[in-house]
Structure formats: C-alpha cells, structure tokens
C-alpha cells in the first residue's frame, strides 16, 4: 500500500547544529512530496514541496531532494535555530487524482541554545 | 483570509455526552479534511468532502462518529456517544484542486478531552 516511513523521533540539537530528517516511501506511480511543520499549539503547515523526481523544495533554509531512485525525501537544514524546534511530517500525495495526503508518523525537533 | 477556523478549540465532556466540532473551510476552496492526532496512533484522516459531497470516510472510526458538510463553507464533526479514547486534537484542513498546488491548509485544531 501507500505510506510515508519517517525517522523515529525525538531529535535533540544545539543550536547551529545540521539537521536530516529521513524519509522513504511506497507509492504506485510518481507521487507528490511534502515536508510539513507543526509547531506547539498549532496546525500543520506547508513547508516544502516537490513534485517530480529529482526537484529540490526549499523554504526558510530547510531542503528536501525527491530521489525517485532510493524513494527518499530527507529534510535538511544546515544551521537550525531553537525557533525551528516543532514536528516534522513527511507526507505524500498520490499521482492518481485522489487530493488526500498519506502523513508519516511525525519526527519532534528540539534545538537547545 | 482568516484561515481556516474551528470551534471550539478546547473541549472537555463526560463520557457518553455529544459531542460536536465545527469548521470553517477557506473561502474558494473545494477539499476539506477532517483529521485526529493521538500520541499513540499520530495524524490519522477520518474523512474528506470534495464539493461537500463525502469522498472516502474509511477512516471514520465506527458508528459514533458522523460527518457532514451542509454547504461550501461549514462542516461538522459529531461524536455521539463520547468515549474517553476518542480524546484527541481534531484538525480541519482545505484545499483548492485548481491550483495544482494540493497543498492542504489546517485549522488550529479542538483538542477534545473526554472524562
């Protein structure tokens, strides 16, 4: 079936630390990739995007490569700051025309000054 | 745009009590999502409206709960009758199809107790 496998959480960093946040999937077809972020008290909001093999999304300093080939969409950032601390949600969207997301399992950031 | 809006944002009721969550879809768009979020089973999709006609309700739990979307810009989210294990934060999302975009937009969720 569809899903979105993320790496288990927490993930604790010093500020000023890099960040990767893994993710793999299973999908049919060529589906779209999406890096979500929840921080505390609110609603999951949009990241970062990609919707083709080998597009890299970026946003606020965070990047994601949609690597068809390993089926991964690892989120990297090279400096975090304690304002980045939030969950983290990889999801995917399949190519068929159906506009539900499939979300991972989340992964909580916290960057300690 | 405001956003989209849910009420009430906290909710806190006695087992076997209705229970009824609202949302308010962005103006234009045509998809709304209802989700819950646990700590034991994360962000799970209960049901989703295109056109405010119910697409995929495989995620509604059981019977207890229902949903409905009476026109473009008003859904609700019913449980009835509560249990403690349906204590959860309850997030309402929308989207607009025509942009190509799909990006889903969420509300700030109701995070639902119940005793």
């Known amino acids: 079936g569809n899903s979105v496998t993320q790496m288990e959480g927490p993930v604790t960093l010093s500020e000023e630390a890099f960040l990767t946040i893994n993710c793999t999937y299973t999908a049919t077809g060529y589906p779209s990739l999406f890096w979500y972020v929840q921080y505390p008290g609110e609603g999951l909001q949009l990241l970062l995007k990609a919707t083709k093999a080998d597009d890299k999304g970026s946003n606020k300093g965070f990047e994601a490569t949609y690597r068809k080939e390993t089926t991964s969409f690892h989120l990297e950032k090279g400096s975090v700051q304690v304002s980045d601390s939030a969950v983290y949600f990889c999801?995917?969207?399949?190519?068929?025309?159906?506009?539900?997301?499939?979300f991972g399992t989340g992964t909580r950031l916290t960057v300690i000054p | 745009d405001a956003g989209v809006i849910q009420s009430p944002r906290h909710e806190v009721t006695e087992m076997g009590q209705e229970v009824t969550l609202r949302c308010k879809p962005i103006?234009?768009?045509?998809?709304l999502f209802w989700y819950r979020q646990t700590m034991m089973r994360g962000l799970e999709l209960l049901i989703y409206?295109?056109?405010?006609?119910?697409?995929?309700d495989s995620g509604m739990p059981e019977d207890r709960f229902s949903a409905k979307m009476p026109n473009a810009s008003f859904s609700t989210l019913k449980i009835q009758p509560s249990e403690p294990r349906d204590s959860a934060v309850y997030f309402c999302?929308?989207?607009?199809?025509?942009?190509?975009?799909?990006?889903?937009?969420f509300g700030p969720g109701t995070r639902l107790t119940v005793t």
């Open positions: 409206f295109n056109n405010n006609v119910p697409i995929d």
């Open positions: 999302a929308s989207s607009f199809m025509g942009t190509g975009s799909y990006e889903q937009y």
């Open positions: 103006s234009g768009h045509d998809y």
């Open positions: 999801a995917l969207r399949l190519q068929t025309g159906a506009n539900n997301l499939f």
